[in-house]
């Protein structure tokens, strides 16, 4: 059973426009969001996080949004360059810094140039 | 410089045989813990370890093995019993505190 889902597989952006990544969870004792960023035969790599208390998270040109009520995240890249060209994961635990982190399918995004 | 080092990056094996992968890292992380990824899904947990000569059962341990002698070292043997072990196997570690994991390169592993 998958708790946390990423619905659309693939996204594509014109360069400098806005990426917006959806994250969808349904257990509502997650309480700490990451979002992680892949590249090929790359490790994730850490990008952004935000726990419950907190509805928006920003740095640089990445922000993350929270909406508990919904059980919604996103994240927004703004200006979107081509080297954000990768897949981007959305993960979830029930508490800061748990060892369980569930993870969703990911979300592959290509910038054009 | 600092960092988690997986090696192989790719290996094969026989059907059958047991599979030792390796996980090391120098940041003097506290916690470790395994990975794996299979076309088209989320990472799942197999086994992570807060403290040396203790380690716990993730989603998917069946068929897993590990150990932790050092806190530099995390190893994963993949048994025979794994019905389906070939995957993308990504080692993390993390430090104490409300910090996020940091992921090694990975190793993917193809039963022959």
């Known amino acids: 059973d998958q708790q946390v889902k990423q619905n659309s597989p693939s996204l594509s952006v014109q360069e400098g426009r806005i990426s917006i990544l959806n994250c969808d969870y349904t257990n509502s004792m997650f309480d700490y969001f990451l979002w992680y960023k892949k590249y090929p035969a790359e490790g994730p790599t850490f990008l952004i996080s935000i726990s419950s208390i907190k509805d928006k998270n920003e740095d640089g040109r990445f922000t993350v949004f929270l909406n508990k009520s919904a059980k919604h995240l996103s994240l927004h890249i703004v200006p979107s360059q081509p080297g954000d060209s990768a897949v981007y994961f959305c993960a979830a635990s029930a508490a800061t810094g748990a060892n369980n982190l569930f993870f969703g399918t990911g979300t592959r995004l290509t910038v054009i140039p | 410089d600092g960092g988690i080092t997986q090696s192989p990056k790719y290996l094969f094996r026989k059907e059958g045989q047991n599979v030792t992968l390796s996980c090391e890292q120098n940041?003097?992380?506290?916690?470790m813990y395994w990975y794996r990824q299979d076309p088209g899904q989320g990472l799942r947990l197999i086994y992570y370890s807060q403290i040396v000569n203790d380690f716990q059962k993730g989603d998917i341990a069946e068929g897993y093995s590990v150990s932790r002698e050092k806190k530099e070292s995390f190893p994963l043997t993949v048994t025979s019993a794994q019905k389906n072990p070939t995957a993308f196997y990504l080692c993390?570690?993390?430090?104490?505190?409300?910090?996020?994991?940091?992921f090694g390169d990975g190793t993917r592993l193809s039963i022959l």
């Open positions: 940041l003097n992380h506290d916690a």
């Open positions: 993390a570690s993390r430090p104490q505190g409300n910090q996020p994991q940091h």
